[in-house]
T-cell receptor, first 113, second 114 residues
Framework: DTAVSQTPKYLVTQMGNDKSIKCEQN?????MYWYKQDSKKFLKIMFSYNNKELIINETVPNRFSPKSPDKAHLNLHINSLELGDSAVYFC????????????FGPGTRLTVT | TQLLEQSPQFLSIQEGENLTVYCNSSSVFSSLQWYRQEPGEGPVLLVTVVTGGEVKKLKRLTFQFGDARKDSSLHITAAQPGDTGLYLC??????????????FGKGTHLIIQP
């Protein structure tokens, strides 16, 4: 059984478009995250979402917006895509209070042309 | 902002050799985790260390948390080609900008040649 899943695995789109990446976890965790991994493999947190409480990394442009229809899903919507948005985006989940041990999805490689 | 410095960034050694990867910070972390990431996949948790001076072993991998909880090391004995991957250390705490999550080091790319 897949613990954290993301779709799509690859996403190629043009500048200016709007796109979404979906994430689902079946671990029963109460907190979900989005991370961005750049070309040098540096992972940086973008958002954390717990019990309808959204905490945003202030460096993330407001073109990025997470949407959580329920506790098991945290989707990432990106407006007006730019070349610099090209990266691998990882969804992760954890149970708050359990050392922040995180379970990552397989990643979505976004390429903006 | 809490930062984690990993060294070395790249390491290529022969099968059977030993190696150590370091993770250092000027900040104190409540806990520190090590992840391994293979190409095309997400990071996978290897271990969490919590107590200063703690040592944990996972087969040929030995993890240590510094006494002051500011640094950690990963030692691999008799490395094998299957150990090849990107090793990431991550500390629990605010990563800057207020987001609640892990602060990651920049990773160590490890290649074990047969």
């Amino acid at each position: 059984d897949t613990a954290v899943s993301q779709t799509p695995k690859y996403l190629v789109t043009q500048m200016g478009n709007d796109k979404s990446i979906k994430c689902e976890q079946n671990l029963g965790h109460d907190t979900m995250y989005w991370y961005k991994q750049d070309s040098k493999k540096f992972l940086k947190i973008m958002f954390s979402y717990n019990n309808k409480e959204l905490i945003i990394n202030e460096t993330v442009p407001n073109r990025f917006s997470p949407k959580s229809p329920d506790k098991a899903h945290l989707n990432l919507h990106i407006n007006s895509l730019e070349l610099g948005d090209s990266a691998v985006y990882f969804c992760a989940s954890s149970q708050r209070g359990l050392l922040y041990e995180q379970y990552f999805g397989p990643g979505t490689r976004l390429t903006v042309t | 902002t809490q930062l984690l410095e990993q060294s070395p960034q790249f390491l290529s050694i022969q099968e059977g050799e030993n190696l150590t990867v370091y993770c250092n910070s000027s900040s104190v972390f409540s806990s520190l985790q090590w992840y391994r990431q293979e190409p095309g996949e997400g990071p996978v948790l290897l271990v969490t260390v919590v107590t200063g001076g703690e040592v944990k072993k996972l087969k040929r991998l030995t993890f240590q948390f510094g006494d002051a909880r500011k640094d950690s090391s990963l030692h691999i004995t008799a490395a094998q080609p299957g150990d090849t991957g990107l090793y990431l250390c991550a500390g629990e705490g605010y990563s800057g900008g207020g987001a609640d999550g892990l602060t990651f080091g920049k990773g160590t790319h490890l290649i074990i040649q047969p």
